[in-house]
Every structure is written in structure tokens, then in C-alpha cells.
């Protein structure tokens, strides 16, 4: 492209030369040539008017007194009548620029000039011409240089950002090189870097998510599908395989729920429902979990409670908190339920030691983990819980203590009693 540029620039360049600098050596060569006949004519009246003079004087007219009033390589010829003609200077030979004037008293004065005063003085204007138009070409290349450097450089930036978009890496360069035309294509290809930058980390977050929350609802299968094979009992396998296919159906709604807040973290389908069922649903999973590690779980608080939101997801808002109770805390693990305004809260807290102080308002940020986890759990519980309008708050560091706050729908007074601790 560069050669292209700086081959068309010249071309331009050499077309116009050649158009105005054959237009402009004839101007000048017939300038010249008129100028030279100009001057002859002058010479040849100037003579007429010396010789005119002397001759009414009743002076002397020779060569010796007019040989001083021709200059130069010109050569006069006075031709006055009854005499002998009077020659002053060499006569020229080749072509010649003359010029013949007649005085009052009959003489006759012819200038005569050698053509090659002119062609010397057409040469010099030919080559200050062709000096010009070699500077016009020179500084013609540079500039189309310059303006080919100016164009190609962007185009070349450009093709590379276009391949670092195809090769994954969608970093925007945020470059502009003050051509509106690049400048738009840069714009372009930025918001496509962009674009490209939020879908590969949406993709990283949503395999991230995934891996995390379907690593639970997986465990538990498995270990109910285990306890299927080891027993003989059909009541015990029935039992077993209906808490199966309640976890296959809640694995579905993990699956769902993250493709959803996937695309759009803002995205809930928010219904009204019972907290008493989803705590129940986590007890019964998280208690075969519990019991190999030598804990307890349990739960107190307010009954019959109903919230606003989505099951699955304050399904998986609980577990979260249960699993890093599980791995990071320690003794019982209660969940309390109560009431503060229009708001159901569930707390989870365990009697572990509890978050560590640099770790702090960090807790919810991903990769941020206290033990040797992914970090991840708490990020997606913070946004489950925003998606369906409610918040997950860290409320007390030593011991941990989580709440979860849902907009409730208030029951009449006689369906909520409080209740005592209930080991599970």
C-alpha cells in the first residue's frame, strides 16, 4: 500500500510538472526572444538618434567615435548616403536578431545580435526550471512518504488489534491517529474488544460458578445413589431415590439459574414461599455431610415464614454459606430465622474462629479464600441474592455470622410462633 501511495503521489506530481512546465518553458522562450528583439530595436534607434545628431552637428561620424556606443557582442552596420558604410563590432555569424532603423538624414542603422545570447538565456531559464521541478518531485516523494507512512501505520495497527480479537486476546488499544475514516474503525473494533472481553468472562465465570455449585448438589447425589446400592430395603431405596430425584430436580434449577444469571445477574423470577421448606430441603442434605465430620446442624427461629425470591436460588444462597461453614468453621452450625421490618433474615453462623481480619469487607470478592478453596462460593451467593432483590451481608466476623435478607409477605399472627433450637 505504501508503494501504491507513493507511486500515484509521483505520477500526480510528474503530470502537473510536465503540464505547467512545458506551458511554462514556452512562455519563457518567447519571453526571452522578445525581449532580445526588444533590445536590439532599441539599440538600432538609439544609433539613428547619435548619428542624426552628429550628422546636423556637421560632426564627425566614424567607426572609432560609434564604437563605443555598441555594447556587448553586437554589430551595427551605418550606411549613410555618398559614403562608405560604417561597420562597428564583429559581425555574427549563424542566425541573428536584427533590427534596421531609419535617421532623419537618410542613414540608415542596422543592430544586429548573435541568436546565442538568447538560447544561453533560454538554457539558464530551462534549468532553473528543471531545478524547481526536481525540488517539487523530491519534496513530492517526501510528503507522499510521509502521507503513506501516516495512512499505512494505522492500517497496519489496525489489522494487528484485529488479529489479537481473533487470536483471544480482546484487550481495546484505545488508539486514534486523527483520521476520522481510522479513527471510526478503531472505534469499531474497541467496542468489539470490549464486547468480546465481557462475553469471555462471562463464559469464565459462568464455567467458575458452575464447577462450585453443581460440585454440591453432586456430592449429595452421589452419596444417596451409594447408599441405594448398599441396601437391600425397598422402603429405604424408595426413600433414597425420591431425595434423589428431589436433588436431580434441584441440580436442573442450579443449571438454570446460573445460565440465567449469566446472562443477565439482574434476572430473578421471584415468587412468594415458605423459608421453613427450602431450610428443611438444605438440613436434610447437609446432614449426612455433618454427621462424618463429627458436627451438628440445626435450626431456630421463627416458623412458617414467607419471603419473596427464588427457592433454587436461596437454595443455593444457604448452601453456600453451610458449605463454608462446613470447611472453614467449626462446632454446631445454627440457622436462625427472624424478622426485622418487611424483611425475613436467615442467619448462619457457626463456632469456628470465624473470618480472619485481613480477609474482612473482602470476604464477598471473588478469589478471596481463607483456606484452600476456589473463592468463589460467597461472590455467587452475594449475587444469587441480589438478583431476586435481597442482599447477603457478613454481620459479625468472631464467630461468622451470615445473614440473608428477604422481602417477606406478611402472614396473619397466629401462623408465626416462635420456636426453640431443634438439633437436626
Do not use: C
Amino acid at each position: 500500500m505504501r508503494r501504491r501511495l507513493i507511486q500515484s503521489t509521483l505520477a500526480v506530481v510528474l503530470v502537473v510538472i510536465a503540464v505547467f512546465g512545458v506551458s511554462l518553458v514556452i512562455v519563457e522562450t518567447r519571453t526571452i526572444s522578445n525581449s532580445a528583439q526588444e533590445r536590439v530595436d532599441s539599440e538600432a534607434v538609439r544609433l539613428a538618434s547619435i548619428v542624426d545628431s552628429r550628422l546636423l552637428g556637421e560632426q564627425t561620424v566614424d567607426a572609432q567615435v560609434l564604437r563605443e556606443q555598441v555594447a556587448g557582442e553586437r554589430y551595427a552596420v551605418i550606411r549613410i548616403p555618398g559614403e562608405e558604410a560604417i561597420e562597428v563590432g564583429a559581425k555574427p555569424t549563424g542566425e541573428v536578431i536584427s533590427a534596421t532603423e531609419k535617421g532623419e538624414e537618410g542613414e540608415t542603422v542596422t543592430v544586429q545580435e548573435p541568436r546565442s545570447s538568447v538560447t544561453r538565456e533560454v538554457g539558464r531559464t530551462l534549468l532553473i526550471i528543471g531545478a524547481v521541478a526536481l525540488l517539487a518531485v523530491i519534496a513530492a516523494v517526501l510528503l507522499a512518504v510521509r502521507q503513506a507512512n501516516k495512512l499505512a501505520s494505522p492500517l497496519t495497527d489496525l489489522a494487528e488489534t484485529a488479529e489479537r480479537l481473533g487470536s483471544g486476546d480482546p484487550r481495546p488499544r484505545h488508539k486514534r491517529y486523527g483520521v476520522p475514516e481510522l479513527d471510526r474503525v478503531a472505534d469499531v473494533l474497541d467496542g468489539s474488544a470490549e464486547r468480546i472481553a465481557r462475553m469471555l468472562t462471562a463464559e469464565r465465570r459462568l464455567a467458575a460458578d458452575a464447577s462450585h455449585q453443581l460440585r454440591t448438589p453432586l456430592t449429595a447425589l452421589s452419596m444417596r445413589l451409594e447408599e441405594i446400592t448398599l441396601t437391600d430395603d425397598p422402603d429405604t431405596v424408595k426413600e433414597e431415590a425420591t431425595i434423589a430425584l428431589t436433588q436431580v430436580e434441584r441440580l436442573t434449577d442450579v443449571v438454570e439459574r446460573l445460565l440465567t444469571n449469566s446472562r443477565d445477574p439482574r434476572t430473578g423470577s421471584a415468587v412468594s414461599f415458605d423459608l421453613d421448606e427450602v431450610i428443611q430441603q438444605q438440613l436434610a442434605e447437609w446432614r449426612p455431610a455433618y454427621r462424618s465430620a463429627g458436627r451438628a446442624i440445626v435450626s431456630s427461629g421463627k416458623r412458617h415464614l414467607q419471603a419473596v425470591g427464588t427457592p433454587g436460588a436461596v437454595a443455593q444462597v444457604l448452601a453456600a454459606l453451610i458449605e463454608n461453614s462446613l470447611m472453614h468453621g467449626g462446632g454446631t452450625v445454627a440457622l436462625r430465622t427472624r424478622v426485622t421490618g418487611n424483611q425475613a433474615v436467615i442467619e448462619v453462623t457457626d463456632e469456628g474462629p470465624g473470618v480472619p481480619a485481613d480477609l474482612g469487607a473482602r470476604i464477598f470478592e471473588r478469589a478471596i479464600s481463607g483456606r484452600n478453596s476456589t473463592g468463589i462460593g460467597l461472590a455467587v451467593a452475594r449475587d444469587l441474592a441480589e438478583a431476586d432483590g435481597g442482599r447477603l451481608e457478613m454481620l459479625q466476623a468472631q464467630p461468622a455470622v451470615f445473614g440473608l435478607f428477604l422481602s417477606r409477605t406478611p402472614l396473619r399472627k397466629s401462623s408465626v410462633e416462635d420456636t426453640e433450637p431443634t438439633v437436626r
